[in-house]
């Protein structure tokens, strides 16, 4: 079946840098883009960035600009986020998502983060 | 950006009522608006796309609809387990922008 395995739960001190992982299977890996969002505790969901995992592509959160970075590896179906200089607001829970599309009569697409990995927790503490 | 704003951010209900939330994007964005469900603790569930499309194997009494720049989530004779936050999210544009969320809590 489709599904998105993200790596553990980290803690790091502030300043530090983080790199989670999202393992894809059930699925042609490049066929779709990967989204990373996060969630900080209590609050809403913030979209960190996008990597086109085909030809490694990416577009980044304004606000996040310089501090993160996502990579893929095509040959294990993994895609990476790493966000380094972390500081306290950084700690949430990052979710890594596919997005699939629609396709309407009239050839436009729409598209929608079907599939979702189950989290990686991140606490920035010193 | 496109700003999406979803009202209420919370509310308070009983099995059996009928929940209605509504998003508003800052442009136009169309059709190009999904609603996701999550429950504490879970990942984001994709409920709806393109502002009115069911996903497959979401029950029924959920429904949306709106174009341009008002959408609503509607969930009919809401059920103990659809208690949970509710997010739209504009996929018209890159940055993905979420709403802030509805938290629908048991009366």
């Known amino acids: 079946q489709v599904q998105l395995v993200q790596s553990g739960a980290e803690v790091k001190k502030p300043g530090a840098s983080v790199k989670v992982s999202c393992k894809a299977s059930g699925y042609t890996f490049t066929s779709y883009y990967m989204h990373w969002v996060r969630q900080a505790p209590g609050q809403g969901l913030e979209w960190m960035g996008v990597i086109n995992p085909s030809g490694g592509s990416t577009s980044y959160a304004q606000k996040l600009q310089g501090r993160v970075s996502m990579t893929r590896d095509t040959s294990t179906s993994t895609v990476y986020m790493e966000l380094s200089s972390l500081r306290s607001e950084d700690t949430a829970v990052y979710y890594c998502?596919?997005?699939?599309?629609?396709?309407?009569?009239?050839?436009?697409?729409?598209?929608?983060?079907?599939?979702w990995g189950k989290g990686t927790t991140v606490t920035v503490s010193s | 950006d496109i700003q999406m704003t979803q009202s209420p951010s919370s509310l308070s209900a009983s099995v059996g009522d009928r929940v209605t939330i509504t998003c508003r994007a800052s442009q136009s964005i169309s059709s190009h608006l999904n609603w996701y469900q999550q429950k504490p603790g879970k990942a984001p569930n994709l409920l709806i796309y393109?502002?009115?499309s069911l996903r497959s194997g979401v029950p029924s009494r959920f429904s949306g609809s709106g174009s341009g720049t008002d959408f609503t989530l509607t969930i009919n004779s809401l059920q103990p387990e659809d208690f949970a936050a509710y997010f739209c999210?504009?996929?018209?544009?890159?940055?993905?922008?979420f709403g802030q969320g509805t938290k629908v809590q048991i009366k």
């Open positions: 999210q504009q996929s018209y544009s890159t940055p993905r922008t």
């Open positions: 998502a596919r997005e699939s599309f629609f396709t309407s009569p009239i050839q436009l697409n729409y598209y929608y983060m079907d599939v």
């Open positions: 393109t502002a009115s």
